[in-house]
């Protein structure tokens, strides 16, 4: 699958980002990473399975958080997607739309939400996590997320660049995504068929927690509402922009739960 064969595919699809349920948090957090690495993959694409091997490989290393974001626009071609989510989709979309371009395809890898690159080529995604961690305020802004009693409770920092936005005023989005470590997919049909592929990091759902306005701040969440089957990991993230114009990722933090 070529990557202007994905750019005529999406160019007719549109959607909305949506919002639904936490996961559970109920371990330490990671120290603070210094990139998150989103991969926009699809179980339908065969140039994607070397790219969701890399994302196995960099899910080992502690400084940086990997995310498997299975899209769903490929389920035409003959194979639906088990782990395709449109919201994921939308956020591929709203990426391009802030970088201005139409660059949109699979294996597409988003890194510290500001550089994109191809998701099978290891060495440009390295040599992007170097490129981006010297903006400024990038994954600058210590995030934690912990367990007290039946709540999870996620902490972030002031900014590091300067005096927080003025009331009202947002200079981010607080996220929390729900994560499954691994999950091996035969695949049936399609360009992959007859393969057996691992995902990893693969988010489940995603949750806006609220807004950031540069201040250190708390957000506690009931743990009762966020536990699901099959959930072993979770990410919270800070980003600039919003929802439909995503910035930069200015703090991130993972946690295992198990």
């Known amino acids: 699958m070529t990557v202007l064969m994905a750019y005529n595919c999406f160019s007719r699809w549109s959607g909305t980002l949506g919002v639904c349920a936490i996961v ?13 690495v989103e991969l926009f993959t699809s179980q339908g694409c065969s140039s994607c399975p070397p790219a969701d091997r890399i994302i196995g490989e960099l899910a080992k290393d502690p400084d940086v958080i990997a995310l498997s974001m299975p899209i769903d626009y490929w389920d035409y071609l003959g194979w639906k997607d088990t782990l395709a989510d449109s919201r994921f989709s939308a956020r591929q979309k709203a990426y391009s739309h802030t970088r201005g371009d139409r660059n ?20 440009k995604i390295d040599s992007a996590i170097g490129e981006t961690t010297k903006a400024d305020g990038v994954m600058s802004v210590p995030v934690s997320i912990s367990l007290t009693g039946k709540h999870v409770i996620i902490s972030v920092a002031a900014s590091m660049r300067g005096p927080a936005a003025s009331l009202g005023e947002s200079l981010g989005e607080i996220w929390i995504c729900s994560v499954t470590k691994s999950v091996p997919i035969a695949i049936g049909k399609g360009e992959n068929r007859g393969q057996k592929v691992t995902y990893h990091n693969v988010v489940r759902d995603l949750l806006k927690v609220g807004d950031w306005n540069g201040s250190s701040g708390s957000w506690t969440l009931p743990l009762a509402d966020i536990s699901r089957e099959g959930i072993d990991a979770a990410v919270v993230f800070v980003q600039g922009g919003n929802r439909d114009k995503p910035g930069a990722m200015l703090g991130a933090a993972y946690t295992s739960l198990h």
């Open 104 to 123: 949109v395809y699979t294996p597409q890898v988003i890194v510290n939400g500001s550089a994109q690159v191809i998701g099978s080529d290891r060495a």
């Open 24 to 36: 559970a948090i109920v371990g330490p957090a990671h120290a603070e990473p210094r990139a998150v």
